[in-house]
């Protein structure tokens, strides 16, 4: 995210501007920004707090959005006050999605929602409708990936032992491949390979996400597997 995400979510005089807020990037640096945001340039405490909730799950499902619902429900512990919930997970089911689509639509008062994900390609338009969206920019770079789907395959291999030893830039990559990939064509355009490697590169960042990922194996296999550009 740039400078101008502070802009979309509020400031000190006139408070948040929206009740939900869906934020696209990397989750950990993601949450350290946002509440270092909302303590310093809101005046809303997040350390101690009642009435704030963080959420991090690999998966959010059906079973969190009821939790989330039932929590949101509740009236806050300060009279008058704010609940914050920062929502945060690498995937988010379509049962889940639908379920929050409902609870943004008829939010308790006072409540705001701080939606994380590395990406907002997969999330109904309905939702995305519900949310102010803060994208990602200056992350995903297509000159970078075009220049990796250029390489001799040897070029692509060394990139990809390189690119392992720094798991932070690795899964920002799996993520500017799914972008340029979905971005490419529409999806009622896409052949059979490319549905193909959107699968495989959607399956790798959950992984990517998960506890000791095998990284090194994901990244050679793209390397290896994914088409070259002329």
């Known amino acids: 995210m740039n400078l101008s995400w502070k802009q979309k979510i509020g400031n000190r005089d006139n408070g948040l501007s929206h009740h939900a807020f869906l934020l696209e990037g990397e989750i950990t640096s993601t949450v350290f920004s946002l509440r270092e945001f909302l303590d310093t340039e809101l005046s809303i405490i997040t350390a101690g707090n009642p009435d704030f909730f963080q959420m991090i799950h690999e998966t959010f499902g059906i079973d969190e959005s009821r939790n989330l619902k039932e929590m949101q429900s509740r009236h806050s512990f300060i009279e008058g006050g704010k609940k914050i919930f920062i929502i945060g997970a690498n995937s988010f089911t379509l049962e889940a999605q639908n379920s929050l689509l409902k609870v943004f639509e008829e939010p308790t008062e006072g409540t705001h929602f701080f939606v994380l994900t590395p990406s907002a390609q997969f999330f109904l ?64 355009k896409r052949t059979p390979e490319t549905r193909k490697i959107l699968e495989l590169l959607t399956e790798y960042r959950t992984y990517a996400y998960g506890r000791a990922p095998a990284m090194k194996n994901m990244l050679e296999h793209l390397a290896l597997i994914v088409p070259k550009k002329e």
């Open 125 to 188: 338009p309905t939702l995305l409708s519900r949310v102010v969206c803060i994208f990602s920019e200056g992350e995903s770079s297509d000159e970078e990936i075009i220049k990796f789907l250029k390489m001799p395959y040897a070029e692509r291999l060394a990139y990809a032992v390189e690119l392992k030893e720094d798991s932070v830039k690795a899964k920002q990559f799996i993520e500017n491949l799914i972008q340029y990939f979905y971005k490419k064509t529409p999806a009622e």
